[in-house]
Structures are given as C-alpha cells and as structure tokens.
C-alpha cells in the first residue's frame, strides 16, 4: 500500500458496516469517548472562571475597592482586564470546547461514522486549551488588543488557528464519508459552522490584530467579527443541537420540517451583514448602518421558522419535555433564541439604538445570547451526549435539578437586572439634564440583583462541574481498572503457557 | 499595511468562500436534495434510539421502564 492509501485508509472513519446498526452506534460513540470528556470537562472548567471573572467586574460595579485591603492595587484585578479575559475564557475556552464534543459528536452519529485517530484530537485539543490559557492569562497581565472578542494577543491565533484545523477536519471527514441517505438539517448547521468560523476568525484577526486596519474600518472590522462569530459558528451549532436532541429525546420527528432548509439559508445569507448594528449613529457611512439594521430585521425569518420547528415539536410532547433532564435545558435555550433574536433585531433599529446601545442593556442581550440560548442547549445536549459516550448514567438527579433551576433563575434575575437598568439608564443618558453620578448611583439595585443573578447562575454550574467529575471519574477509573485486569490476564496467560 | 493588500486578503478567500456556497447549492440542487424537503425528517432515529420511544424520564429513576428493551447506552436518566 502506498503511503498516502495508507494515510487514508488510518483516518477513514466508516465503521465496520458488518456490524448490526446498534453495535455500529455504540461503536461511533465509544470512538469519541475520551477527546468528548477533555473538551466537556475542560470547557465547564473555562466556564466556570469565566462566570467567576464576571461577577467579580459585576460586584465592582457596585462595590470598586472590591475584593478588599490585600488585593486592591493588584493590576491583575482591574476592572479593564477582567472584563476581556472573562468574555475570552467564555468564548474560547467554554463555547468553543462546547462546540468541539457536541458538534463532532452530532456529525458522528448523524453521518454513521467514526472518529479514528484519537491521537490527534488529544493533541489539538491540548493545544486549543494551552492557547487559551496563553490569550486569558496575557489579558490578565495587560497584553493585547482593545477590539470586543478579539481581545487576545496576534499571537494567538494561529496556536488557536492550527489546532482547531486538526479537530474541525474530522467533522468534515465524518461528512464526506457519511452512509448513504437524506442529510439531516443538524448537519448542514454544523457543517457550515465549522467552515464559516476559520474564515471569520482569520478574517477578524487580520484586519484586528495582525494588520490592523486604519480609523473607524477597525470598528468596523470589530463588530464584524463579534457578530459573525456569535451568528456563524455558536449560533449555528447550538441550533443543530437543539434539532438533533428535541425530536430523539422526543421520539416524534420535528414538526414543519420542511422549513428547516429556509431557516438554515436564511441565516447564512443575512448574519454576515448585521455587524454594524452596534454602530448605529456612529462614525461610519449611514449606508453601511441601514444595511445592517435591515439585515438585523431579516434575520427574523431564520428565528420564526426555528421557533416553529422547535416550539410546535416540544408542544406537542409538552409533559415529556418537563421529564427529560436534556429537553428542560433544550427547550430553555430554544425559547432564548426566539426572545433574544427578537430583542436584537428590535435594538437594531435606530430609535430604539439611541436608547440602548452603550448601556447596560446591550450586556444584558449578550448574556442572553450566550448564557441563555447557546450554554444552556449545550448542557441540554451534554446532559445526552454524556451518558452514551460513557455508558453510565449521571450520578445524581439532584445536581442535575440544582443545576436548571439555579442556571434558570439566576438567568433571569441577571436578564431581568440588565434589561431594565440598561433601559433607565440609556433614557437617562440621553437626559442632558441627570447628572452622570446620579445615573451610575440609580444602576445600584440593578447591579446588585445581577450580581446575586450571577451567583446562583456560579452555583448552578458547579453543580454541573460536580456531577460531571463524579461521571467522567467514575468512568476512567473502570476503564482504568478494566485495562488492568486485561494486563494482568494477558500476563497470567503467559505465566500459564 | 496597503488597502490593495488588505482588499486582496480579504476578498479573494471571501470570492472564494462565495463560490463554495453557490457550488453547494448548485450540487445540491443536482442531487435532488431541494425536490422534498421533509426527506431528512426521519433522519435522526435510529434502530436503537427510534421514533415514538421518548428516551428520558426523571421520574423513573432506578427503572427502565419503557425503555428496557434498549441497550445500556441509550438512556441519559440518573442512578439515584
């Protein structure tokens, strides 16, 4: 065989089609085992210091001297830097890892195939999580650039660059050699997200980072990227997520399926020119703006299909949804999508972007964004993926209840918070007549609620990162014991001959 | 950096990125994949995890239940 059929044939990732279909399962999800856990565990971890470098800029709003006599002149501590580094330890190291093991997973089981050199995936995720800690870590000590989501110093991106080639391949591999049948729409989500996110994120960093474009363009080029990023890569995945677990959990297919292709389109066609919207009224062509707003308004054509899909499906399957530890997150996120789409396209519009835009409320919608819509139909998805990849069920349902419920109030007493302090204080902003010191007093009890928001939402996942411990744990330690009695065996049959 | 450099950066993987995606309709187009769209519908069920079976259930903790008949890997309910 030459060394290039020899190539092909270590990666080809068809399973052994002699096999009966539910072993060819089993075979798909063992296959991705290990690399599934090292993305899983390391992303909650990522979330987790993420979420606790949040609250700590949250709980300086309110109280700056925080966290007190010993640690107030720590420039590590700022209010500049923990912003930034706790977005990028959310993005790249939560989100990203999230997309890695379900996206891949999703793709898998979806084409029959599986992946085969597991070596690569320990390495590139390896390095994906060394590059992140490389960016987070430089943030800290006041190393990188000021543009939102790119925050991370140029070099960076191509450890991050090189690394998520090495994992992305295998999704594209699993589809090129997917069995024979009709593509389902999971897969044409995760397909596209993982070819639009290179060029965005290359596409972002050389016009941000490696070489910076001149005056407003840079803004420009910012927005564009943070957009694009959310729009083409997290929002996509999570979609394809919530479409793969909703009707399996379910056992009833999705209801108007047959949308499904203009959603997908939809969104391809008009996410890419919404990155203006944050600069509405600002110094840049007002062509440019009216763009993006009606795209903004276009992208609702994506949102109502999805939401019929997935709100008539769970509907009609309403009490089962409530039963199902995946379908309560699943469901969570599908309802954020709708409401926060709504919120955005809403905030487009210039009437409402001149109250909006540069207060509270636009954290508020990013939150929504990614805590409510995209994290919460990733935990719905691992809370499925997790036991079948593992074989083994998840310790305790009472972490698992700990974790919705904290997630879920704590959600919304951060949205609720943001939303309404965003609100009086964009109409106060615009007030000439209030004073700054006044307005910044009267976001007190807004911020306070967030901060308590923000804890339970720490709580929650804590008890996630606790149950997943305790699965992954559990799970290596047989493994590892399984492995030493095939040692031991093997060596007492030698003994024996 | 020069604008005919950034222009060319940016531009030509765009165009070709653009391509792709017509290339992909076009193909699919070809395939027939646009002819019925509820095809795929069924696509996600599977022998092991089929339609009409709900996989999860909180409240039947210790027992399979309906679904007995899978096997140890098809369910996502909890041990205690």
Wanted: hydrophobic share 55%.
């Amino acid at each position: 065989m030459s060394p290039f059929a020899s190539l092909v044939a270590s990666v080809d990732p068809r399973p052994d089609t002699r096999l009966p279909e539910r072993a060819r399962l089993s075979q798909i999800d063992a296959s991705l085992r290990w690399p599934v856990v090292l993305f899983v565990v390391s992303g909650a971890g990522w979330l987790m210091l993420g979420t606790v470098l949040g609250l700590v800029a949250a709980v300086k709003l309110v109280w700056p001297d925080f966290p007190g006599i010993f640690f107030n002149n720590l420039e590590v501590l700022t209010y500049g830097r923990i912003v930034p580094a706790g977005l990028n330890a959310l993005v790249y190291g939560w989100g990203n890892n999230a997309v890695f093991a379900v996206g891949l997973w999703i793709m898998a089981r979806l084409c029959g195939t599986k992946v085969k050199d597991l070596g690569m995936l320990y390495v590139a995720g390896g390095v994906w999580n060394t590059g992140v800690l490389w960016g987070v870590g430089s943030i800290l000590v006041g190393v990188g650039t000021p543009v939102e989501w790119l925050e991370m110093p140029a070099g960076v991106a191509p450890v991050l660059a090189a690394s998520y080639a090495l994992i992305a391949v295998w999704a594209i591999l699993c589809f090129r050699y997917r069995q024979e049948g009709p593509v389902y729409v999971s897969q044409w989500y995760l397909l596209g997200a993982f070819l639009w996110f290179p060029w965005v994120y290359l596409m972002g960093e050389l016009m941000v980072a490696w070489a910076p474009a001149r005056g407003t363009v840079q803004a420009l080029a910012g927005w564009w990227y943070a957009q694009n990023a959310f729009g083409l890569w997290f929002t996509p995945a999570a979609l394809a997520a919530i479409y793969y677990c909703l009707p399996k959990v379910l056992g009833r297919p999705i209801r108007h399926y047959y949308l499904s292709a203009l959603g997908f389109v939809a969104l391809a066609m008009f996410t890419p020119w919404t990155g203006a919207r944050h600069l509405i009224y600002g110094p840049v062509p007002v062509w440019i703006q009216t763009v993006s707003i009606a795209a903004s308004m276009a992208l609702m054509l994506p949102v109502v299909v999805t939401a019929l899909n997935f709100h008539t499906t769970a509907w009609a399957g309403a009490r089962d949804v409530w039963r199902s530890p995946t379908l309560r997150f699943i469901v969570f996120g599908a309802l954020s999508y709708t409401v926060a789409s709504t919120v955005g396209a809403v905030t487009a519009l210039r009437s409402v972007s001149v109250t909006t835009e540069f207060t509270q409320f636009m954290t508020g919608y990013g939150a929504h964004g990614f805590y409510a819509f995209f994290t919460m139909a990733m935990f719905g998805a691992i809370y499925f993926m997790m036991p079948r990849v593992l074989e083994r069920e998840w310790p305790s349902a009472i972490l698992i209840h700990a974790h919705f419920w904290a997630t879920g109030l704590g959600i919304g007493m951060v949205l609720v918070a943001l939303y309404l302090g965003g609100w009086s204080q964009g109409v106060a902003m615009n007030d000439a007549s209030v004073p700054f010191l006044a307005l910044v007093k009267a976001m007190l009890p807004m911020n306070v609620l967030a901060i308590v928001g923000g804890l339970l939402v720490l709580l929650g996942q804590a008890a996630f990162m606790l149950n997943l411990l305790a699965l992954a744990g559990v799970a290596a330690a047989m493994e590892l014991l399984s492995l030493l009695a095939k040692a031991s065996g093997v060596a007492l049959g030698e003994e024996g001959a | 950096m020069d604008w005919d450099l950034h222009r060319l950066l940016v531009i030509a993987p765009g165009t070709l990125l653009l391509c792709s995606g017509a290339y992909a309709l076009y193909w699919a187009v070809c395939a027939g994949r646009s002819r019925d769209f509820t095809r795929g519908e069924r696509a996600v069920f599977t022998e092991e995890e089929p339609e009409g079976l709900v996989l999860e259930d909180f409240s039947r903790t210790t027992s399979i239940g309906a679904n007995e008949t899978s096997s140890a890997n098809a369910l996502g309910r909890t041990a205690d």
